[in-house]
Every structure is written in C-alpha cells, then in structure tokens.
C-alpha cells in the first residue's frame, strides 16, 4: 500500500495528496508501475478525485485531465473487485473443463487485478493476446466440450477489453501501442506528466519539454533557460522557461524551505512596502546571513555565488512575485495575463517575436492571494467586493509593469491578472522607425510639432502603443524645459529621465475605477499643475472628469508648453466623439486639441501576425461649429499606406496647407510665411533620425537609438541650428545636417568604444 495520503478540497477541485517522503518508489506515475499501482488502490478507496499530487522534497502535481484517465481504471478496478464472481474459477468451469477453468482462472486473475493497477496498457495488450490466442484455440478445438469452454472464456475477455475500450487512456494510447512489450513505459510519459513546485515556492512548472513540439528559439535570461517552442495542435507557440530554483540540490532545497519557513513569520507593514527597493536589500541582507547561518549548522559548503543565488530566490519567494518576476526580466515579453480559477490555467503573455503563447507556468491560488495583499500594500489601493478592480504600478530589478487585478464579485472564480511590461529604458522616435511603427518623415514631423509646442493626443485601441508613444514625446521635450506628468498608474518613464537630466515632475493621482480613496482626484491633479509654473503637462491617459480640467487650461493658455496624453480612439473622429460625448467636453473646447496622432495595431490576413503602426497624424482645425467630420475640421498631415506599409504624406501636407504649422512658423521670424522654410525643417529633422538610424545599423550597435544617446543628438541639434543661425542668419539645412553628422560619427566613437 502507498505512503499515509489525504483527500483536500480546494473549490471545486478534490486533491488526492500523496506523502511520498519515505515512498520506496519516485513519485511519477509514468515511470513506475509500483507507484501507478499504488495511486489506482488509492483512487479506487478515495472516490472522486480530480488532481493527484505526491509531496517528495517537492511537489508533484497531475491535473485533472491526467487524473481522470487514472481515475477510470481505478473506477473499472473497483467494478472488477465487485464482479468478482463473473471472473471467478466457478463462473470459468464447466465439466470436463477443470484443468482448462483452473489454468485461465490463475492467468485471469494475474492480469486484471495485479496488472490492471500499475500497468493499464501492459493489461489491454495482454488481454488482447489471450483473446486472439483463445479464438485460434477455438477455432482448433476437438470436441463441443472443450469448444464451449473456450468460448465461456472469450466472452469473458471480450467484456474486459470491452471495458478497457471505453477509458480514455486506452483510446489515448492505441495509436502508442505499436510493438508494445510488456513492461515498456514509453507510452506513459507522452499521456502523463506533472507541473513540479518546489516546497518553498507556490507557483507549478511542467520542466518536461513537450513531446512532437518544434523548437523555434532559445536564449538566457540571466540564469534562466527561455525556449519558444511550436505545438503541433496549437497556434499558440509555448514559453517554457527553466529557472535556476528548479534545478537545485535536495540540500539546497531543504535549505530553502527553512529559510522561507523562518522569513515567513515576519509580515511586512504597510510601511515597509512604500519602498520595495529598500525592503528587498533589507530581506537579501538578512536571507543571506539566514542561509549562510543554516548550510554552517548543516555542514553544507557553499561558495558565495551559489549563496548569492539562494538569496535571491528566498527573496522572490518571500517579498517578491516569484516566476512573475523571472519573466518580466524578459525584454521581449509584453504583457502577461493570469486567469482564474488559479491552479488550474497556466500564464499566458504576448511575445514580441512569437506573439500569443501559452507558459509552462500554473500560478496556484495562494500565490494569487500573496500577490494581491503586496499589491495592496504597495499601491495603498483597496481590493475588496466594494472594490473589486485594483490599478497599479509595479517596480522590480531589471523590470517595470502596470497591473491590474480583478476579483469577487466581478470576477466569479476569484482572482485574475494583467501584467503590461514597461520597456526598461524610454522609447524613442528612431527606436520606432527600427520597428517601422512611424517612419523618418513621420519622426521628424513630430519633432517640428513638439519643439512648436502644441497639444497632442495619442489614440488608439488597447495594446496600440499609445503610452510608449507618449514616453517619445518626452524624449523630444527639450531638457530646458520643466515637465509635469499626471498618472493615476505611473507608466511614463520619469525616473528614467530625470536620471538623464530632466526637470521632471511626476503626480500621481487617484484611479478613476477605486472608490473612497485618499488620493487626489485626476481634475484636482491638472488644477494643481496650472499652479506649479510654466511646464509641459503630460497626462498619462484622458479618461474621465480630468478631462474638462484638461481642456480648461489649454482654453485659457494656462499652459504655454507642450500638452500632451493618450486616449482611446481609432480614429480623429473617434477621439471627438470620446472627449465630447462620453466625457462632456464642450465642442469648442475640443478645439483646443491641436494635433491627434493615431496608432493601431495591425494584423495580418491569416490572424497569425500582428505589428504596430502609426496610421494617423491629423491636425484638428479651428474653424467648423458643429461637427468636425463634416465641416472639415480633420485634416490628415500623414496617414498609413498598407502597400507600402509605412505613413505617407498628405496632399495637404506637401502643399503647405496646415494650418498648426503655419502657425508654428508665425512665431518665428526665419520662417514666417515661407513654406519652404517650415517644410525644409521638417525634411531636415526627418533626414538626421534616418541618419542616426543608418548610423546605427551600420555599425550593429542599438545603443545608439537608445534615450541616452538620442537625447545628446537632439541637444545638439539645436545648438548646432542655433550656431548656424547665428553665422548665417538662417537656418540652412544642408549646412545643420553637415555639421550634426559630424558630432554623430565623432559622438558614436567616443560614447561606444
């Protein structure tokens, strides 16, 4: 009989859970009969099941689907024991038939209720041998006696295999059974295989690799193997990652579960959570003295990088998001998404090279739980049935993301998750040209736009790129310039900046979604900003009541600098429609929007594909009474062309009829009205982003188009216009694009030795 076991109920799920501690045999159901054996008796005493799970050092977890198919032959031995009697010496004998009835009895009894438990397959393939022997047999036999003997037995066979014909194991392995032998655990492995978790940890990892699957990448982050793997029944790709806690030691692993054990008693205060950075440092420095105390008492020799490693899994399991955080570190993904129930649906994320996969990664219900009570306090946001949607931001090493979590009542089944990854360092204008989002002449409308400081909007759907759109248009500010920033979550890359030498602001205000909280309403948040001076106002999304307070300000010129957010719209009109309609604000005072620029996301024919673009920059004019759309107050200054899968200038645009940038050039004496002036600006800011691009393909070096070193280029830009202005008294274009690629080529040697 196996090891002591218990039934658990979790929700709707029922969990045989096996102690396999002091088990004789590895707890895995396809490599060893004895332990098949062993579950089916106890599937069979335990009644309905949907999970097993056997705890050896970790846990080894069989989901519902595996469970069912065992727990039909536990089901069918069960009917068996009870049909004892058909399969019986006396329901076999007949007279003259004792030798006969006595051999096959012995033979029955062998493989339905020894076989039958620990080797299923090995039992159908066995019976179907008999059966085909039996009927050769009857077919040779030299009297009706022994023919009707044999044929009581083939009835008897055709039941069981009749039986075993109807589980779904059976009908899952045929096509495995070719030149089956006895014994052969092959075939189990490709049906059965468990999500492995660690003691220490509550998150499940299926570590085997998945059978028929084409391999189509594979890299390292940090110490973490990643793999993109093709699945021959699916669209979606998977992400299977391998991290470093689940190729440890059994002394590690021990060392582990103690330490977390002893750490865990300590529960973090709200306090300690409104600096994360600081609680980590403070949790590794004590992890680490903790283990280093531990592996001493158990005379465990460990080197220092080997410490260093275990400390950094205790804290990602203590204070941290566990493999939440493993893969935020990955550059590559974009969003993360975790649905409920918990414990059953592995994670899912949106790559940016393999698109939607589906994880090796089934998040249980008390990881879920321990991530909304440190969301909680980080955020100092309810999460509760009067509040069920939580907003917030979440800062770790190597990683920035926006969550949001909703929970009962909204959501029925619990707790569910969407992580949106923030790139690491700011987006900029060339590092979207590389992606083909905008193109050169786009970028370098966008500067001239920028640098004339007018309002903006970026619409778009959901996953447009909107806010990282938006951090680009910081990049563009001059640094001269004070920036205030206005979020309810904080996306905008502003410490990122501020590192770099902005004079940059962020405030933070309360969510449009939580009710009764202490923050500062998204409207008292902008009134404010009208009292801190002359800045640039950038508002990280226009979605509720702030949107008046916006428009207020920019109606009465409070703010003399750029204004700038994002909005959800896929079109100009579309934005129209939202602000004035869904958001109350007067029609006139829309007016005050100067240029709305739209991204989308594309996909391609076949659905399989997906890519970013710019479809829109329009400028919104100022002369139309009652509906934009009709009375021409949309004007397209570049719109998306998909043969040539790139923005394209309007007619409008070529020809000088804009009236946002004749009205940036009515405020500069080189350029007030000539057309030929705005317009050769605008090609020479487009040429010197296409120049830095070619410079940095060129030289394979992405650094370049990073926000450091595009942030040196556009300085010097404008000192070099102002230069030539000054010895020319114009600004020659060939002549600032001469001397900027000059700093360029100069620049990239000395910065990237």
């Known amino acids: 009989m196996p090891e002591g076991y218990d039934i658990l109920h979790e929700g709707e799920d029922v969990i045989l859970r096996i102690d396999a501690e002091k088990a004789a045999y590895v707890p895995s159901l396809e490599d060893s009969a004895l332990c098949m054996g062993d579950t089916v008796e106890k599937l069979a005493e335990a009644g309905r099941v949907t999970k097993i799970v056997f705890t050896q050092k970790r846990d080894y977890e069989y989901d519902q689907t595996q469970t069912e198919m065992l727990m039909e032959i536990a089901k069918l031995y069960n009917q068996l024991i009870r049909q004892k009697n058909m399969l019986g ?138 793999s993109i793997f093709s699945l021959p029944d699916s669209i979606q790709s998977l992400y299977h990652i391998i991290p470093p806690e689940f190729k440890l030691t059994e002394d590690k692993y021990d060392l582990l579960d103690i330490a977390r054990k002893i750490m865990s008693e300590h529960k973090p205060k709200r306090a300690e959570f409104t600096d994360p950075k600081r609680m980590r440092e403070v949790f590794g420095n004590v992890g680490h003295d903790l283990l280093e105390e531990l592996a001493g008492y158990r005379n465990l020799r460990l080197r220092e990088k080997e410490l260093d490693q275990l400390t950094q899994i205790l804290v990602r399991y203590t204070v941290g998001f566990g493999l939440i955080e493993v893969i935020l570190k990955d550059e590559l993904v974009q969003d993360i998404t975790i649905n409920s129930p918990m414990g059953r649906i592995p994670i899912f994320l949106v790559h940016a090279k393999f698109d939607d996969c589906i994880t090796n990664i089934v998040p249980t219900e008390g990881e879920a739980e321990s991530w909304a009570s440190k969301l909680r306090l980080m955020s100092g946001r309810p999460l509760d049935e009067a509040n069920p949607i939580l907003d917030t931001e979440l800062e770790l090493p190597g990683a920035r993301a926006r969550v949001a979590v909703i929970s009962e009542p909204l959501n029925p089944t619990g707790l569910a998750y969407a992580f949106r990854r923030h790139r690491d360092k700011p987006w900029t204008l060339p590092l979207f040209m590389k992606a083909r989002m905008i193109n050169a002449l786009g970028a370098g409308l966008m500067s001239f736009l920028i640098d004339g400081s007018r309002t903006l909007l970026v619409a778009g759907t959901r996953s447009a790129g909107k ?53 500062v309403s998204a409207d008292e948040g902008i009134r404010t900003t009208l009292r801190m001076g002359d800045s640039c106002l950038i508002v990280g999304e226009v979605r509720s009541t702030e949107a008046a307070a916006l428009y207020e300000a920019m109606r009465v010129g409070a703010l003399a600098n750029v204004v700038a957010g994002t909005i959800h719209g896929d079109s100009p009109y579309g934005v129209y429609d939202r602000v004035v309609n869904d958001l109350k604000v007067p029609r006139t005072s829309f007016k005050a929007t100067d240029i709305i620029m739209v991204a989308n996301p594309l996909r391609s024919p076949d659905g399989l594909h997906r890519w970013r673009r710019v479809t829109q920059i329009s400028e919104v004019r100022k002369k139309w009474e009652d509906d934009p759309l009709i009375e021409g107050g949309f004007v397209d200054l570049m719109k998306y062309d998909s043969l040539t899968d790139e923005l394209q200038p309007s007619t409008d645009l070529m020809n000088g009829d804009s009236d946002i940038l004749k009205s940036i050039a009515a405020n500069v004496k080189e350029w007030s009205g000539n057309w030929d002036a705005v317009w050769g600006n605008v090609m020479l800011r487009a040429d010197i982003k296409q120049d830095l691009l070619d410079l940095s393909e060129k030289a394979k070096n992405p650094e370049m188009l990073e926000a450091p070193f595009v942030i040196q280029g556009n300085d010097q830009f404008h000192r070099i216009s102002y230069k030539v202005l000054e010895e020319t008294g114009g600004l020659e274009p060939k002549r600032i694009r001469f001397e900027w690629n000059d700093w360029l080529k100069d620049a990239a040697k000395k910065t990237f030795k």
């Open 89 to 226: 010496y006396y329901a076999l004998v007949m007279p003259g038939c004792e030798n006969y009835a006595n051999a096959r009895y012995n033979e029955l009894q062998q493989v339905v209720f020894q076989l039958l438990k620990s080797d299923p397959l090995g039992c159908y393939v066995e019976l179907k041998r008999i059966y085909r022997h039996e009927r050769i047999s009857a077919a040779k036999s030299f009297s009706e006696q022994e023919a009707a003997c044999i044929k009581k037995y083939i009835g008897v066979l055709r039941y069981l295999l009749g039986q075993l014909d109807a589980t779904k194991l059976i009908q899952m392995a045929k096509s495995l059974l070719g030149g089956y032998q006895m014994g052969n655990r092959d075939p189990y492995q490709k049906l059965f295989s468990p999500s492995i978790k660690p003691d220490f940890m509550f998150t499940k990892l299926m570590a085997t690799y998945p059978a028929d699957a084409e391999e189509l990448d594979t890299y390292i982050i940090d110490d973490t193997e990643v």
């Open 467 to 519: 806010s990282s759109l938006l951090g680009s248009v910081l990049v563009e500010i001059m640094r001269k310039y004070r920036i205030l920033t206005i979020e309810d979550t904080l996306e905008l890359p502003t410490t990122a900046l501020r590192n770099l030498g902005y004079n940059i602001q962020p405030l933070k205000v309360a969510s449009a979604l939580t009710k009764g909280s202490s923050e």
